[in-house]
């Protein structure tokens, strides 16, 4: 694989730490979810680094399907729980807002866009990951 693009963080303290890109550009203090500490869970930048992917990846099949986007939105839903054997996993779900596409047109995109986006590389055989489109009331 040619590599286009690296970044690096690095965590201190786990759940209750910090955590900071490489650069420096961006420092999160971290907190486990429903606790007391205020702060963010790596479950939360995890959804925040699928949803921008995701919505990347729609922008770029919707272009190889001559489909046009317009206020399309990503939302990424991420759990955490235990799984039978005793470890913890992960549970996605991600809804695609496609105001304008019609309901084939927005499943064919959404499932097209799961087979571009490197997040979803990333998870698939690994991670349920259910995916759902609304297109209208966005």
């Known amino acids: 694989m040619k590599i286009f693009y690296k970044t690096s963080a690095t965590a201190t303290g786990g759940r209750s730490g910090v955590t900071t890109l490489g650069d420096g550009s961006l420092t999160f203090e971290m907190a486990p979810p429903g606790g007391k500490k205020t702060g963010q ?34 939302t990424v839903e991420v759990g955490i729980g235990q799984r039978a054997d005793g470890g913890y996993g992960l549970d996605l779900d991600i809804t695609a807002h496609l105001p304008g596409l019609s309901p084939e047109d927005a499943q064919r995109l959404i499932e097209a866009s799961h087979q571009v986006c490197p997040y979803s590389h990333a998870t698939r055989g690994n991670i349920d990951v259910r995916l759902h489109a609304i297109t209208e009331g966005n």
Request: a negative charge; glycine letters at 2%.
């Open 41 to 74: 869970n790596p479950e939360q930048l995890f959804a925040l680094g699928y949803a921008a992917c995701f919505d990347s990846a729609m922008d770029l099949t919707a272009k190889s399907l001559e489909m046009e986007l317009h206020d399309a939105r990503t």
